[in-house]
């Protein structure tokens, strides 16, 4: 649209320029034309690889890590497609919300996410993927696509997300991050508000997990992307590089010398000086001190015990019904000691039955379900106790 409000001597330049260049104004106008989704589509890139984290239950109720590659491909060359980001392969309800939310956050972050079509796919395609943990990932993925940044091919990560670009936590990270390192992921990117379950992995299993990959906290969209991207700031990447050369120095030596080696500690605390989300650095700082937590989470006592049952696991929670309401326990830490005590009581009595005749089974099948029914009690002395069910709400 002119402006009429123009002085005499504007019109004239103003009339000189497209006495010159007659398609000027057109063309200016052709300059701010978006382009079409199929102008779109072809700029995407062809492919793009994010790694996630899954976890898979064995038979014997434990939980394994593992990396995944999950894959984005962006058909070509087509004409009056409809836009969309679809999974291919047998996903369930969870992670189908899930990647609805990554869609509706990348769509706020890059318009052009509305318009395009992606198909979306993991490596092992044939078993079935289910959870909210992939949320993350499958946003990186999108925003990837877009030719936003190019991902690091040594980097996992894993966390629910939502639509405000928040990352939220989820499960399994002890799992996880072993599942990563094994996979030989340099990186690893879980949810920030999961430091606490990197605190609890290293008081079960030692400092090994955390030399063994380099776990960085995320609490927003940015904060992955800082993580996952090939070109990182080069803060972060000589955080990185530094926490290496820790790790080369310090093999075969106790992780107090964190504390005493001055060399040590001081590139410790340069780690985190250029890398606050420095989670590796930032626990095996603590435990050098002294100061990781000596007790599990209620959360964590819980998974451990569930884990702890193994096959007999599904016996002991499921099926039967419930003998009475269970006493509240005074607390919890009374009431693991009597889970322990009930879970060796058990498989005592079913080594017993097992090996024991037919005709001397029916005293010995009555012991074996008076154990099993301990055992079950005594758990769900812990899951009726509403102090401990509050804890497991809010995180604590």
Same mark, same amino acid.
């Given at each position: 649209?002119?402006?009429?409000?123009?002085?005499?001597?504007?019109?004239?330049? =103003?009339?000189?320029?497209?006495?010159?260049?007659?398609?000027?104004?057109?063309?200016?106008?052709?300059?701010?034309?978006?382009?079409?989704?199929?102008?779109?589509?072809?700029?995407?890139?062809?492919?793009?690889?994010?790694?996630?984290?899954?976890?898979?239950?064995?038979?014997?109720?434990?939980?394994?890590?593992?990396?995944?590659?999950?894959?984005?491909?962006?058909?070509?060359?087509?004409?009056?497609?409809?836009?969309?980001?679809?999974?291919?392969?047998?996903?369930?309800?969870?992670?189908?919300?899930?990647?609805?939310?990554?869609?509706?956050?990348?769509?706020?972050?890059?318009?052009?996410?509305?318009?395009?079509?992606?198909?979306?796919?993991?490596?092992?395609?044939?078993?079935?993927?289910?959870?909210?943990?992939?949320?993350?990932?499958?946003? =990186?993925?999108?925003?990837?696509?877009?030719?936003?940044?190019?991902?690091?091919?040594?980097?996992?990560?894993?966390?629910?997300?939502?639509?405000?670009?928040?990352?939220?936590?989820?499960?399994?990270?002890?799992?996880?991050?072993?599942?990563?390192?094994?996979?030989?992921?340099?990186?690893?990117?879980?949810?920030?508000?999961?430091?606490?379950?990197?605190?609890?992995?290293?008081?079960?299993?030692?400092?090994?997990?955390?030399?063994?990959?380099?776990?960085?906290?995320?609490?927003?969209?940015?904060?992955?992307?800082?993580?996952?991207?090939?070109?990182?700031?080069?803060?972060?990447?000589?955080?990185?590089?530094?926490?290496?050369?820790?790790?080369?120095?310090?093999?075969?030596?106790?992780?107090?010398?964190?504390?005493?080696?001055?060399?040590?500690?001081?590139?410790?605390?340069?780690?985190?000086?250029?890398?606050?989300?420095?989670?590796?650095?930032?626990?095996?700082?603590?435990?050098?001190?002294?100061?990781?937590?000596?007790?599990?989470?209620?959360?964590?006592?819980?998974?451990?015990?569930?884990?702890?049952?193994?096959?007999?696991?599904?016996?002991? =929670?499921?099926?039967?019904?419930?003998?009475?309401?269970?006493?509240?326990?005074?607390?919890?830490?009374?009431?693991?000691?009597?889970?322990?005590?009930?879970?060796?009581?058990?498989?005592?009595?079913?080594?017993?039955? =097992?090996?024991?005749?037919?005709?001397?089974?029916?005293?010995?099948?009555?012991?074996?379900?008076?154990?099993?029914?301990?055992?079950?009690?005594?758990?769900?002395?812990?899951?009726?106790?509403?102090?401990?069910?509050?804890?497991?709400?809010?995180?604590?």
């Amino acid at each position: 649209m002119v402006n009429r409000t123009l002085s005499a001597s504007a019109w004239t330049y =103003l009339a000189l320029i497209l006495a010159i260049c007659p398609n000027a104004l057109a063309a200016n106008d052709a300059g701010t034309t978006p382009p079409s989704k199929e102008q779109t589509q072809d700029s995407l890139r062809d492919h793009s690889t994010i790694h996630g984290l899954v976890v898979v239950s064995a038979a014997d109720g434990r939980l394994y890590g593992k990396a995944v590659e999950i894959i984005a491909v962006a058909p070509k060359h087509e004409t009056n497609f409809v836009a969309s980001i679809k999974p291919i392969g047998d996903i369930g309800k969870e992670m189908r919300t899930s990647l609805e939310e990554a869609v509706r956050l990348a769509g706020l972050r890059d318009p052009r996410a509305r318009q395009i079509h992606l198909e979306i796919s993991f490596d092992d395609k044939y078993s079935a993927k289910e959870g909210g943990s992939a949320a993350t990932a499958f946003t =990186l993925l999108i925003l990837s696509s877009l030719n936003q940044f190019e991902p690091d091919s040594a980097s996992a990560v894993t966390g629910d997300i939502t639509v405000d670009g928040k990352v939220r936590p989820i499960g399994a990270v002890r799992s996880k991050v072993r599942g990563a390192a094994l996979d030989h992921m340099r990186v690893v990117g879980i949810p920030g508000a999961n430091a606490p379950q990197l605190d609890e992995a290293a008081l079960l299993e030692g400092p090994g997990l955390l030399w063994d990959t380099q776990v960085l906290g995320m609490d927003t969209i940015d904060d992955a992307i800082a993580v996952i991207r090939k070109d990182r700031a080069p803060k972060l990447e000589q955080a990185l590089k530094l926490f290496e050369k820790l790790r080369a120095d310090m093999a075969q030596k106790p992780v107090a010398e964190l504390a005493t080696n001055p060399e040590a500690k001081q590139t410790l605390a340069r780690i985190l000086e250029l890398a606050p989300n420095h989670l590796s650095a930032a626990t095996l700082q603590r435990m050098s001190q002294g100061k990781l937590p000596q007790k599990l989470s209620v959360a964590g006592s819980l998974e451990a015990i569930v884990m702890g049952l193994g096959p007999m696991r599904e016996d002991v =929670l499921s099926n039967g019904p419930r003998t009475g309401n269970p006493a509240v326990p005074e607390n919890v830490e009374t009431t693991k000691k009597d889970i322990l005590v009930a879970s060796q009581t058990y498989l005592d009595a079913a080594g017993t039955l =097992l090996a024991t005749d037919r005709r001397s089974r029916m005293q010995v099948r009555k012991t074996y379900q008076e154990k099993r029914t301990a055992l079950r009690e005594s758990i769900l002395k812990i899951l009726n106790d509403q102090a401990t069910i509050e804890k497991l709400i809010h995180g604590n």
